[in-house]
Each structure stands twice: as structure tokens, then as C-alpha cells.
Nanobody, 125 residues
Framework: QVQLVQSGGGLVQAGGSLRLSCAASWGTFSRDTMGWFRQSPGKEREFVAAIDWIGRTDYAESVKGRFTITRDNAKNTVFLQMDSMKPEDTAVYYC???????????????????WGQGTQVTVSS
């Protein structure tokens, strides 16, 4: 069964840090572009960060310098380290896999094939 299972998240004060993890169930994970998106109430799902199969990364302007995406292909897992967090980072965070774009990073949710279950991140002021 193809699935992405997320862990991490929760409540943190402004300026604090959280780390999200996302584990993939399929064996060719290392070839896939992996992304993180987030969605706040009343807003569309937005791109946060992505990493391709050779480790190239891309970030939304709003998180550059504060968030870091990494992957551990031996563990089929992608991570999102979130530092210097702000109240506006509050959202449900989703990991996603783009299994059809080797070497590309696409920031559009519709390009991603599989999604994690989502995890709430709340940053208090």
C-alpha cells in the first residue's frame, strides 16, 4: 500500500522550533521529489519547500532562511526543520510525493501524486 505517514508538529511559541517527519512506504522513494505544503483555514494549500532526488531544494519566500528540508533515502523519510517560527506559520502541514518529475521541483499541489495525512502546527505569539 502506497502511503505517506507524517509525525511531529504541535504547539510552539514564536521563535521556537519544530521538526516534521514523513515516511514513505514504497521502495523507489529516492527517485521522487518530496514536498511540504501547508493550509490555513479559509486559504488555499500553499507550497512550503521541496527537495528533489539529488538533494536540490526550493523554498517559499516566506520560509527561506528559517525552514530546512532534508531527506534520508535509507529510511525513506523526508524532514522539515522549522526554526524561528512565527504565528503566521500556523497551519496544517502536509508532505507530498511527486513521482513523475525526476529532476524537477514543482511548487503546485496538483503535480503531487501522494499526500500525507496532515499535521497541525500552531505557533503562539
Amino acid at each position: 500500500q502506497v502511503q505517506l505517514v507524517q509525525s511531529g508538529g504541535g504547539l510552539v511559541q514564536a521563535g521556537g522550533s519544530l521538526r516534521l517527519s514523513c515516511a514513505a512506504s514504497w521502495g523507489t522513494f529516492s527517485r521522487d521529489t518530496m514536498g511540504w505544503f501547508r493550509q490555513s483555514p479559509g486559504k488555499e494549500r500553499e507550497f512550503v519547500a521541496a527537495i528533489d532526488w539529488i538533494g536540490r531544494t526550493d523554498y517559499a519566500e516566506s520560509v527561506k532562511g528559517r525552514f530546512t528540508i532534508t531527506r534520508d533515502n535509507a529510511k525513506n523519510t523526508v524532514f522539515l526543520q522549522m526554526d524561528s517560527m512565527k504565528p503566521e506559520d500556523t497551519a496544517v502541514y502536509y508532505c507530498a510525493a511527486d513521482r513523475s518529475s525526476i529532476g524537477l521541483i514543482r511548487p503546485t499541489p496538483g503535480e503531487y501524486d501522494y499526500w500525507g495525512q496532515g499535521t497541525q502546527v500552531t505557533v503562539s505569539s
